[in-house]
């Protein structure tokens, strides 16, 4: 993996590569809980609500991830709503990029939804759980 980069996709640039990276969006978005499609992301991509990473090893498309600034009256939190694709340890030595990313953007905290597993990986404390019921 020592060809591996990852870059943060400008929004003028997210219609092209989006083809590239939908596979992998649509593959995180089976994970979730149905807040939105991947057209949702797109959408909100393009307005600049998200934010598109890609990881390349060469010119091939390796993994792609999303990010959201939420904007609390208290403080700003970057979000890392989801991720598919490959290189799991790549991203790991890498995620100073999003969060120096996300201190510009004037976030004191970055965030993750996924697994308990990525808490034990990234070395994070688990803040809270969500749990999650269907309404009949």
Known sequence: MTDWVAVGI???????????????????LKRGQGEWAAEDIL????????QLWVAYE???????????????PQK??????L?????????????????DWAKQQGCSHVRIF???GWGRVLGWK????????EIA
């Not at 700003?76 to 709503?81: I, P, Q």
């Open 58 to 72: 060469g010119d091939c498309i390796k993994a792609a991830g999303v990010t959201q600034v939420v904007y609390y």
């Open 10 to 28: 400008p929004a003028t640039e997210v219609r092209i590569i989006w083809p590239k990276v939908i596979n992998f969006i649509e593959l995180a």
């Open 83 to 99: 991720a598919g694709g490959t290189g799991l340890r790549f991203w790991l030595k890498r995620k100073s990029l999003v969060l």
């Open 126 to 133: 688990k803040a809270y759980s969500v749990f999650v019921g």
């Open 43 to 50: 959408a909100a991509l393009l307005v600049r609500e998200m």
């Open 114 to 116: 996924g697994r308990d």
């Open 76 to 81: 700003r939190v970057c979000d890392f709503l």
